[in-house]
Every structure is written in C-alpha cells, then in structure tokens.
T-cell receptor, first 108, second 112 residues
Framework: KNEVEQSPQNLTAQEGEFITINCSYS?????LHWLQQHPGGGIVSLFM???GKKKHGRLIATINIQEKHSSLHITASHPRDSAVYIC??????????FGQGTRLTINP | EPEVTQTPSHQVTQMGQEVILRCVPI?????FYWYRQILGQKVEFLVS????????KSEIFDDQFSVERPDGSNFTLKIRSTKLEDSAMYFC??????????FGDGTRLSIL
C-alpha cells in the first residue's frame, strides 16, 4: 500500500515569493500527479509526470524516481495561487492514492 | 475545453434513503472513477470502471455502493441505504489511456 506524505501541511507566504511543496511516497509508481483544489472544492489537474521535470507557466514539477520524491514549485507567487495543492500517485492500475494536501496562502 | 460534469452539486438525503450521483465524463475518455472526500480529510479512491465493468474498488466500496454506465454517456454512483458517515464530497473523474484524470466539481452529499 502506497503512503503519500506532503510537506508542509500549511504554507503562508508573501506575494512574489518562490514556493516549494514536497511530496514523498513509499512504493514504486507509474505516475505522480499534482492537483489543485480551490475553496469551493473543485479539483484541477496541474501535472502528471513519471520522470524529470515539467513546466507550465509559473508552475514547475519535478520528480526523483530513485528517491521517491517530487516537488512542486511556484515562481513569482500571487494571491490567486492560494489553494490546496495535492500530490497523488498511481501504481500500475490507474487509481490514485492522495496525499493530505498543502494549504497555500499567498498574502498581497 | 471539455469538462466532466456532475449533478447535483449538493444532495441532502435522509439516512437510509437511496441516492444516485450522476456524472457525464469527457466523451472520448475510457476510464472512469469515483472518489470521495470527507470534510477535512484526504481524497479517497472508491472505484474505477473500464470497458463497462469495475476494474478496481477500495474497501470503502462495499455492497451498499454500485456504479453504472447506463447509456454510454452517463456514469452513476448509487448508494443503496445511506449512513451518516457517507456524508462527503464525491468526485467523478475520467481519463484517456495514460493521461491525467479530469475531475468534476463534485457533489456534496449531506446525510441527515
């Protein structure tokens, strides 16, 4: 059974700061997902990756398969980035195992 | 951009009643999922569905739960006799082969 741990659980930063959220998992995976959940509850997929690094706008996701670790970075953070960021992993079958989420608050 | 749509957005039901949550996945997707999130907790997998049958289910998905794809477009989750602990946000998701899952906005289920 895969365990997914995220850190930190809560993060508050000032607008413009560089943000890093970490995710560790216990068992080998086929893919890792970063998701964003807004206060209304809806979930949006940000990245799906199985190796290396992906970039989309101000968001960057990296994964180290050997160390079973992934990071999500936000450059030039903005208040609209405030949300819960969730790491989820897939092992073989497509079902996802979720971390507990990181609540990010960006103050103006 | 195509979206996964879920109805209703909020369902209030008396304990012991049956409830059906509805989802319309993205039309060319092959895999369909239900997840739930109890307030303040992490999202949990319930069931995955592929080629008109359940491909995997969790311990949570007991005999009270069932899924159907009745008409080739809708994907439903039925809870036969609801319990207080079924109160949660239920998310439907769909994906193509080796692709990110697209989530609906969820149905908030409140059991009284």
């Amino acid at each position: 059974k895969n365990e997914v741990e995220q850190s930190p659980q809560n993060l508050t930063a000032q607008e413009g700061e560089f943000i890093t959220i970490n995710c560790s998992y216990s068992v080998g995976i086929s893919a890792l997902h970063w998701l964003q959940q807004h206060p209304g509850g809806g979930i949006v997929s940000l990245f799906m990756l199985s190796s290396g690094k992906k970039k989309h706008g101000r968001l960057i996701a990296t994964i180290n398969i050997q160390e079973k670790h992934s990071s999500l970075h936000i450059t030039a953070s903005h208040p609209r980035d405030s949300a819960v960021y969730i790491c989820a992993v897939a092992s073989g079958a497509q079902k996802l195992v979720f971390g507990q989420g990181t609540r990010l608050t960006i103050n103006p | 951009e195509p979206e996964v749509t879920q109805t209703p957005s909020h369902q209030v039901t008396q304990m012991g009643q049956e409830v059906i949550l509805r989802c319309v996945p993205i039309s060319n997707h092959l895999y369909f999922y239900w997840y739930r999130q109890i307030l303040g907790q992490k999202v949990e997998f319930l069931v995955s569905f592929y080629n008109n049958e359940i491909s995997e289910k969790s311990e949570i998905f007991d005999d009270q739960f069932s899924v159907e794809r009745p008409d080739g477009s809708n994907f439903t989750l039925k809870i036969r006799s609801t319990k207080l602990e079924d109160s949660a946000m239920y998310f439907c998701a769909s994906s193509g082969d080796i692709q990110p899952q697209h989530f609906g906005d969820g149905t908030r289920l409140s059991i009284l």
